[in-house]
């Protein structure tokens, strides 16, 4: 059980476009939803915390024009990095949450590269 | 001074041997801990979780946390060359945010 999903797990694009990231947890309904971002050999920086239906609330340093985060559902969010650039380029992991029983559960992970 | 402070290794130990991992934490108002593996290029696994002090045992591994000194600790007995990943700590801040603050990793190698 707790079976979260990433789609793309890597994806390639040109400096300028949009590139959108699919979250999903495939077994249970996940009333909160976590985005963050790791650069090799570092830790999990919390981007923004999204709720079902509600706007995310994101981390100080965190542009929210430039990652877009909507939940649409109890299983679904999506984070769009908008007028990607080089500097974009990173491993974002979503996390989802069943509820404020405090467990999150990770998926696999995203690698964007901006060229 | 960070949140959660984790030595980020490397730690290379022979197979079969107990591994200690450790983390010291300075906010107080952790509410939980977390143990995540990540393998690399992998989202993290969650391995333990914990709300109080004390002990908390799972097959081969072990969750410890004292609140009165901020420490927390991960122990792996019997350590496998599948043991090999990053190891992650968390402090969970609960309430409405459900915020987890990471610590940067211990990179651990198990030798055959």
């Known amino acids: 059980g707790a079976v979260v999903s990433q789609h793309p797990s890597r994806v390639i694009c040109k400096s300028g476009t949009s590139v959108k990231i699919e979250c999903r947890s495939l077994d249970f309904q996940a009333t909160t939803m976590f985005w963050y971002r790791q650069f090799p050999k570092q830790s999990l920086m919390l981007m923004a915390t999204?709720?079902?239906?509600?706007?995310?609330?994101?981390e100080q340093g965190v542009e929210k024009d430039k990652f877009l985060i909507n939940h649409a559902s109890l299983t679904l969010s999506t984070l769009t990095v908008t007028s990607a650039h080089p500097e974009d380029s990173s491993f974002y992991i979503c996390s989802a949450s069943p509820g404020l029983g405090y467990e999150q559960y990770f998926g696999p992970g995203t690698r964007l590269t901006v060229t | 001074q960070k949140e959660v402070e984790q030595d980020p290794g490397p730690l290379s130990v022979p197979e079969g041997a107990i591994v200690s991992l450790n983390c010291t934490y300075s906010?107080?108002?952790?509410?939980?801990f977390m143990w995540y593996r990540q393998y690399s290029r992998k989202g993290p696994e969650l391995l333990m979780y914990?709300?109080?002090?004390g002990n908390k045992e799972d097959g081969r591994f072990t969750a410890q946390v004292d609140k009165s000194s901020k420490y927390i600790s991960l122990f792996i007995r019997d350590s496998q060359p599948s043991d090999s990943a990053t190891y992650l700590c968390a402090g969970g801040l609960g309430g409405a945010t459900n915020k987890l603050i990471f610590g940067t990793g211990t990179l651990l190698a198990v030798q055959p």
């Open positions: 999204s709720n079902e239906g509600s706007k995310a609330t994101y």
């Open positions: 914990t709300y109080s002090s």
């Open positions: 906010n107080s108002a952790f509410q939980y």
